[in-house]
C-alpha cells in the first residue's frame, strides 16, 4: 500500500492554469476508474472535488477537471482564484480491496 | 444536509486503548458504507478502513490491520473504530467519511471535522 506519488507543491498566477499529477501502478490508479481529487485548506476537512477519474459532484465549479493515463491521474484547474490555494490529495482504489491516497500537493496562488 | 460529528478523541498512553465514535444524521445511514481516515500532523491523509453498509464487508489498511476494528450500529447511525494497542505514529486527526455506495464505491462524498487522538505517554 505505498502512497501515489504527487508532486510537494504547484503554482500559478490567478487565472492561469495549473495541472497536478498523481502517479501510481497497475494496481491502483492504472487498473482502476476509481480516482478520485480533495481539496483541502489548512483547519479544514477535505473535501470531494472529482470522482471516477473525471466527474464532478453536483454544484462544483467546472474550473476543476481531473483525466487519466495510464498510471498517471492528473487534477486541472483553470482561471486560478485566490480561494484555490489549498492542500490537494489524490487517491484511487487497489487490487487490494482498499484506497490509497497521494501524498499531497500544496497549491500557492501567486 | 448531511452531518458527521466525531468524538472519542483524547490523549492516551502507548499500549492502550480508544473508541472512536460518528454520529451520522441527514441521510438513510443504513444504506451507505463509511470510511475512516486519518492526518497525522502536518502530514498527508491516510485511509484506515471501510465498512460495508450492513457491516458484512470490512477492509483495513496494513498499518491497521490486526489493532484496529471499525463497526456501525445502524439502529443508533453511529459508526465506530476500536483503536487497540496504540501507538506513539497513531497520533492524528481521525476523519469518519461517507461512501456514496453501500458496499463501499471508494469515494470520501462527505467528511466529518474529525477528532484528534493523541498517544503520549
Known amino acids: 500500500q505505498s502512497a501515489l506519488t504527487q508532486p510537494a507543491s504547484v503554482s500559478g498566477s490567478p487565472g492561469q492554469s495549473i495541472t497536478i499529477s498523481c502517479t501510481g501502478t497497475s494496481s491502483d490508479v492504472g487498473g482502476y476508474s476509481s480516482v478520485s481529487w480533495y481539496q483541502q485548506h489548512p483547519g479544514k476537512a477535505p473535501k470531494l472535488m472529482i470522482y471516477?477519474?473525471?466527474n464532478r459532484p453536483s454544484g462544483l465549479s467546472n474550473r476543476f477537471s481531473g483525466s487519466k493515463s495510464g498510471n498517471t491521474a492528473s487534477l486541472t484547474i483553470s482561471g486560478l482564484q485566490a480561494e484555490d490555494e489549498a492542500d490537494y490529495y489524490c487517491?484511487?482504489?487497489?487490487?487490494?480491496?482498499?484506497?490509497?491516497f497521494g501524498g499531497g500537493t500544496k497549491l500557492t496562488v501567486l | 444536509q448531511v452531518q458527521l460529528v466525531e468524538s472519542g478523541g483524547g490523549v492516551v498512553q502507548p499500549g492502550r486503548s480508544l473508541r472512536l465514535s460518528c454520529a451520522a444524521s441527514?441521510?438513510?445511514?443504513?444504506?451507505?458504507?463509511m470510511h475512516w481516515v486519518r492526518q497525522a500532523p502536518g502530514k498527508g491523509l491516510e485511509w484506515v478502513a471501510i465498512?460495508?453498509?450492513?457491516?458484512?464487508?470490512?477492509y483495513y489498511a496494513d498499518s491497521v490491520k490486526g489493532r484496529f476494528t471499525i463497526s456501525r450500529a445502524n439502529s443508533k447511525n453511529t459508526l465506530y473504530l476500536q483503536m487497540n494497542s496504540l501507538r506513539a505514529e497513531d497520533t492524528a486527526v481521525y476523519y469518519c467519511?461517507?461512501?456514496?455506495?453501500?458496499?463501499?464505491?471508494?469515494?470520501?462524498?462527505?467528511w466529518g471535522q474529525g477528532t484528534l487522538v493523541t498517544v503520549s505517554s
Open positions: 465498512i460495508s453498509y450492513d457491516g458484512s464487508n470490512k
Open positions: 471516477d477519474v473525471s
Open positions: 441527514g441521510f438513510t445511514f443504513s444504506d451507505y458504507g
Open positions: 467519511a461517507k461512501d456514496p455506495s453501500g458496499d463501499g464505491y471508494n469515494v470520501l462524498e462527505y
Open positions: 487517491s484511487s482504489y487497489t487490487s487490494s480491496s482498499t484506497l490509497v
